[in-house]
């Protein structure tokens, strides 16, 4: 069933988003982003004539605290949506199943956190840090056990299901995969936001148009490895950047000074080199590195090559001969997947690798490729420098879109699907 087959008249509706947004210390929103990706289809619902009952996360509490309260977000939340939304505040708590048993037409209850449960999650809590293999088993089989009733009581809220939360759909928590069982195939979809991520992802892995060129960024070899495995099935063109660049470079010899680096990680990075060069696969590394004297916006910096950093300097982005190559890969393909800036962009002085990056992809897309950009780091480049108009589509899922291209199957979509 998708969207817009269904016809919400009358109906309640149990829609989990993602609304873990950024607060300030002062518990102002930062960034609205997600909650904005999930306007349409919050009002495609209203206008139909139903009504809501929304299910998030915020942050990673150890239990109800003030701090990760939805509440928070209450007022932006009905300003966004032109409706006075109610909150509940015990997901599982009496007035919970009160207020969205009275839901009328056309009204909105949002729900407290739902990682103030551990049964959320599934994971047990409060563990002793002596607690024995037995105990821990205990206590896993516990809560996987109260997550039962903790899931069918979010599902007798409501007639149908709507996961419109890609940012988790690769977590098989109560509310993104296991409630879902309690609807059957004509109550049960994906949101706008759902299909269009999972639409795009598609096309990335299965809609190929070639030349197809990933761009990973990241510091760590060692989180990307399996994400660089798959690619090389896929890809004709695989640049790596960041603070992998120096572990790949150490790996084949050259000096890197201070710069970051998995020691343990350099006969890994050999044998990706090797593997590439097996599959035709043109993997693609930085030559020259903007170097500074110290971790800091403000240290002395000078541009070298990148296998030639001095003592007591580190590699902080990328340089302009590096640039050059990288652009013109990036503007000679027709697919293209970018996850990771090239350097520490959130100092200003070396947001220039990224941005030179993020321009041309703006400028292939304009030139027909089809552009996806996630992960974090790289969303914020997009959005910092303005150019996330000017790329095809800009995912709000971080580790869900990693694991997608991984090859992974999603639990929050294999859900819906069932």
Known sequence: MTIDQFNFAGKKAFVRVDFNVPLDENFNITDDTRMRAALPTLKKILTD???IIIGSHLGRPKGATDKFSL??????????????????????????????????PGEVLLL????????????????????TDEEKKAAKAAVKESQKE????????????????????HRAHASTALIAKYFDKDNKMFGYLMEKEVKAVDKVLNDIKRP???????SKVSSKIEII???????DNLIITGGMTYTFTKAQGGKIGLSICEDDK?????????????????????????IADSFSNDANTQFCKVNEIPDGWEGLDIGPETEKIFAEVIKNSKTILWNGPTGVFEFENFTHGSRSVGEAIVEATKNGAFSLVGGGDSVACVNKFGLANGVSYVSTGGGALLEAI???VLPGIAAINE
């Open 229 to 235: 495995e798959n690619l090389l099935n896929k890809v």
């Open 49 to 51: 004539g139903g009504s």
């Open 112 to 131: 407290e956190n739902l990682r103030f449960y551990a049964e959320e999650e599934g994971k047990p809590r409060g563990l002793a840090e002596d607690a």
């Open 266 to 290: 350099l006969d890994l990075a050999l044998e990706l080199l090797k593997k590439a060069k097996e599959k035709g696969v043109n993997l693609v590394l930085a030559v020259d590195a903007k």
């Open 150 to 169: 903790f899931t069918k009581k979010l599902a007798s809220y409501a007639d149908c299901y709507v996961n419109d939360a890609f940012g988790t759909a």
């Open 406 to 408: 991984e090859g992974k």
């Open 71 to 104: 509440k928070h977000i209450l007022k932006h939340l009905s300003d966004l949506l032109g409706v006075e939304v109610q909150f509940a505040n015990d997901c599982m708590g009496e007035e919970a199943a009160v207020k969205a048993a009275a839901l009328q």
């Open 212 to 218: 197809f060129t990933a761009i990973m960024g990241g």
